[in-house]
């Protein structure tokens, strides 16, 4: 079949559209092909253009946020991979701060912080956009995402604009189940506290990571979500994963739910590590460790 005509299939639309654009550099693994066509819409009814034209099309299409916690295949991604760094606008009306879905959780937490406005300090050190923390319901032992969200602004898989509020959803674990829906703003509702008071709490918890995670090294944070009442780092470091390494890829030594790529990586030395470590723990320990990490171009996984 030859490939779709992406420069007339996205004519009317307000943005760019790249074709065979590596996604390698755009990753926080640095690993992965090329995406057949990349697009960063300018507005939400432009987002919504791309989602009916795929959908119409029949084609697949990947939502990019800050590629912090996605495995991208060696051979890349066919379809659209769809970025929305350009919906990067922030208001605050009182104590609700309404956030494009592209704005960085880094900026985000600077202009609360000078707001006065405390609660999402709780997620400091996570390198997503809001796109990507609500999509995941991104967390740390301080709380998660959706503890302070009202609503959102999504667009649905038909391709339809609308607004989704808090008490309609039902976040899980490490999984906002937006059942296919995309994030284009979110809405949250914050507490006032002085700046000094959230700053400090902000630089505990970064102290604290930087103690405990490898936060300087290519990785995708938690490789595995924790089991019931356990952690995967405590899981993998007692069955003696830390250090393991398939070529380019090792277990963190710092923290063994971390894999690092050293640059020389690739998405099949990941998967090949993940496979070893997770026999290991299962043999070990009984617990099948479940995937936190999304995968992408992997026809036989789901996630
Ligand atoms: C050093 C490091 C530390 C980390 N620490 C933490 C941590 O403490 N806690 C934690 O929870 N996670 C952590 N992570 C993992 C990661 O940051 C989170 O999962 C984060 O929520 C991913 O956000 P992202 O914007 O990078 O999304 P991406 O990785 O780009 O995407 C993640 C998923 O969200 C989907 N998505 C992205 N944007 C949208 C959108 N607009 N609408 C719908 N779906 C969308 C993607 O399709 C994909 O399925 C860490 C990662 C690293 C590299």
């Not at 996605?70 to 309404?98: K, P, Q």
């Not at 609503?151 to 906002?176: I, Q």
């Not at 007692?238 to 380019?248: D, L, T």
């Amino acid at each position: 079949m030859s490939p779709p005509d992406y420069q007339s299939l996205f004519a009317d639309l307000h943005g760019a559209v790249r074709l065979s654009v590596p996604l390698a550099p755009m990753m926080h693994l640095r690993i992965g092909g090329p995406a057949d066509c990349f697009v960063e819409p300018v507005g939400e009814q432009d987002v919504a253009l791309v989602v009916r034209a795929c959908r119409e099309h029949n084609l697949p299409m990947h939502m990019l946020g800050g590629g912090s916690n996605i495995l991208c295949a060696d051979a890349g991604i066919r379809g659209v991979v769809m970025h929305l760094g350009n919906l990067n606008r922030t208001n605050r009306e009182d104590n609700r701060v309404t956030v494009g879905a592209g704005v960085t959780l880094p900026s985000l937490l600077r202009a609360t912080k000078e707001a006065g406005l405390a609660g999402l300090e709780k997620l400091t050190g996570v390198p997503a956009v809001v796109g990507g923390a609500v999509a995941m319901n991104a967390g740390t032992r301080d709380g998660e995402t959706f503890e302070h969200l009202v609503s959102l602004t999504v667009v649905e898989p038909d391709g339809r604009l609308g607004v989704r509020a808090r008490e309609d959803m039902s976040p899980r674990y490490r999984d906002g189940c937006l059942e296919g829906a995309i994030v284009v703003q979110a809405t949250f509702e914050l507490e006032p506290d002085s700046p000094e008071a959230i700053f400090e709490r902000f630089s505990a918890s970064l102290d604290a990571r930087n103690k405990s995670q490898p936060v300087t090294q290519r990785s995708v944070g938690c490789v595995w979500q924790n089991p019931e009442g356990d952690t995967a780092g405590r899981l993998l470091e007692a069955s003696g994963c830390k250090k393991m390494s398939v070529n380019g890829v090792q277990v963190s030594d710092k923290h063994a739910n971390y894999f690092i790529n050293d640059n020389a990586g690739t998405a099949a030395d990941f998967v090949a590590l993940m496979a070893q470590v997770r026999s290991r723990v299962h043999e070990q320990s009984g617990v099948e460790l479940e995937p936190e990490v999304k995968f992408w171009g992997f026809p036989e996984r789901s996630s």
